[in-house]
């Protein structure tokens, strides 16, 4: 529990009128915003039950991924080039999103489970981690990957 400091708390002049000041960073998760507390933790009340954050936008891209693989392993396409320019997108977003492949398998689970932690977002996925899965882990634990 972090304790407030001079710093965090004014008092008006006349005294009515306390304003504490609470650090904390609004993330978008899908299609909704949650609040991350300054330890990188999701603020989650007390009293509200756990509810799976399931992340639509991490999913969908998960999906793209694993899809995106099997067309390539069947035989289907010959490269990503390929690839891409059937799905009429472009080659450097096919190349990122397919990498979701190679994540670990209890981290997908965990992520379509919605138990991924509150700091593990897509972007940060994009721009690359470790192809080891016992890395991807410990990057998982340390700071979301």
Same mark, same amino acid.
């Given at each position: 529990m972090m304790r407030a400091t001079a710093n965090d708390v004014e008092v008006s002049p006349d005294g009515?009128?306390?304003?504490?000041?609470v650090p904390m960073q609004f993330r978008r998760r899908g299609c909704r915003k949650v609040v991350i507390a300054p330890g990188g933790t999701q603020v989650q009340p007390h009293w509200a039950p756990q509810w799976p954050r399931v992340d639509s936008t991490l999913v969908r891209a998960?999906? +793209?991924a694993f899809r995106w693989q099997a067309m390539l392993d069947g035989g289907r396409?010959?490269?990503v080039s390929e690839l891409a320019k059937a799905e009429k997108l472009d080659i450097s977003?096919?190349?990122h999103t397919i990498?979701?492949?190679l994540l670990a398998p209890d981290l997908v689970e965990a992520i379509l489970d919605g138990k991924q932690p509150a700091t593990m977002q897509l972007q940060p996925l994009? +721009?690359?981690f470790p192809v080891e899965w016992e890395r991807q882990r410990?990057?998982?634990s340390q700071q979301g990957l």
């Open positions: 009515s009128t306390v304003t504490v000041r998960l999906a +793209r396409f010959n490269t977003y096919v190349a990498r979701l492949a994009m +721009r690359g410990a990057g998982v």
